[in-house]
């Protein structure tokens, strides 16, 4: 415990100890996007560590402010990539949301909105029965319509859904079988993505495929848990992350992959989360361990390589993905390794577009203000086509884009490496 600190606080809020790391330096505040916006000290990590040691010492009461500002954490952590103190900003927000949940009674609207959310999306079978009318309507080209005459709130909702015919190039299945000493690939499918963008689960596994990989399957994809610990249901969480580690272990994959990219970092941080349980914390710790990401798998194999394709792309970093797990370099080296494309750099490309999870189902108005100005970096690149490696990122993304009229295509990258590829086998066949 850092000098000079409670021997312990007076309500278990978080961590107690965790918020000694932070000195108070400030240097996070332009890294978070929602102080980006309000310039309220308040709501930047800064101001919320403060209000959630005023809860933990008792100085200060959960009420409806207290709670509006750690509702407003987009939980993107990019105040951890520029904190020098090493200051665990994600487990603190996660834990004094759990708080929150527990000893707050948010309003009716509010709470059905998060219950539904919470009961529809971590459940792929639940998901696809909602979305049924949606796809229903749209086959029958009534999605405009629909969109003109709904409330605003659920206009919002569905203007996040990509179409049902969202374009995407799947990758054909490598004719080639893996040497006998291949490592072994797990893709964590997602609860979500499986829903809204199979396509990117589908060539993220062609695609390692092809690169020489064994890919191995879950008998069921459950939920990674990463919902449950951004909204506050801890208990959740780690029913979710057993049942993962378990599958995991007996799968005996060498490296597990997300196409989405908080998936990614719930997991990689399942050794912390189940550091506590008897039965599963070496296995946590080693499952933990296995997280990689799908650019830095391509750019290790030797049989890998990306044909000719000539265009202008620009990268978005998504939050978990840069932050979280830190990688920024690889999926910009495997762009660059493509013959003809030009990669421009996007402004305050690590900064959050708004979609975090379900934060943009919940705090529309700061997600839109972040998708705007995602959106303006984007059109000041004049790139062709926006890559990144989270399917929220592409659907708040591409939403925003289509409010503006611009015409960069969104695509994720294993979507996007698909196409190149499949360009060139096209290009031959019209050659013959």
């Not at 309220?40 to 509006?68: F, H, N, Q, T, W």
Request: with cysteine; hydrophobic share 45%; glycine share 6%.
């Amino acid at each position: 415990m850092a000098a000079g600190s409670p021997s312990k606080p007076v309500r278990n809020v978080v961590d107690y100890d965790l918020l000694f790391d932070c000195v108070h330096c400030g240097l996070c505040l332009e890294a978070c996007p929602t102080y980006a916006i309000s310039r309220s000290e308040m709501d930047s990590p800064r101001g919320r560590i403060y209000l959630m040691k005023a809860l933990a010492d008792a100085r200060l009461e959960l009420d409806a402010d207290a709670v509006r500002h750690l509702d407003l954490c987009l939980g993107c952590r990019g105040c951890e990539t520029a904190c020098p103190s090493g200051v665990h900003y994600g487990r603190l927000i996660e834990d004094a949301r759990t708080y929150v949940e527990a000893n707050y009674s948010r309003g009716p609207l509010d709470a059905l909105r998060r219950r539904l959310i919470g009961a529809i999306f971590p459940y792929p079978a639940r998901l696809r029965a909602i979305l049924a009318p949606l796809r229903l309507l749209e086959s029958a080209g009534l999605r405009p319509a629909l969109e003109a005459v709904a409330p605003r709130s659920i206009r919002a909702w569905i203007e996040l859904l990509p179409a049902s015919s969202r374009p995407s190039a799947i990758l054909p299945e490598p004719l080639t079988e893996p040497s006998s000493g291949a490592a072994t690939v797990l893709v964590h499918r997602g609860c979500v993505t499986q829903v809204l963008a199979n396509s990117e689960n589908i060539n993220t596994e062609r695609l390692l495929m092809a690169a020489g990989y064994r890919v191995a399957h879950l008998e069921a994809t459950r939920c990674c848990g990463a919902l449950d610990l951004h909204s506050g249901n801890r208990a959740r969480a780690l029913e979710f992350a057993r049942a993962n580690v378990r599958a995991i272990i007996r799968s005996g994959a060498d490296s597990i992959v997300s196409a989405a990219s908080g998936c990614s970092t719930a997991v990689a941080e399942y050794g912390v989360l189940l550091k506590d349980d008897a039965e599963l914390a070496a296995d946590a710790r080693i499952v933990a361990g296995k997280i990689t990401d799908l650019s830095a798998l391509l750019l290790a194999s030797e049989r890998f390589s990306l044909p000719e394709f000539r265009c202008v792309v620009t990268y978005h970093d998504a939050c978990h993905l840069a932050h979280g797990l830190g990688v920024r370099d690889a999926p910009r080296k495997l762009l660059r390794s493509i013959p003809g494309l030009e990669l421009v750099e996007l402004g305050e490309s690590d900064m959050c577009c708004g979609s975090a999870g379900s934060y943009n189902l919940t705090e529309p108005e700061m997600a839109r203000a972040l998708a705007r100005r995602k959106a303006e970096n984007i059109a000041a690149t004049a790139a062709d086509y926006v890559v990144l490696a989270n399917p929220g990122c592409e659907f708040q993304i591409a939403a925003a884009l289509r409010r503006r009229g611009a015409k960069t295509r969104v695509m994720h990258l294993a979507d996007f490496l698909a196409m190149v590829i499949n360009a060139e086998g096209a290009q031959a066949r019209e050659s013959r």
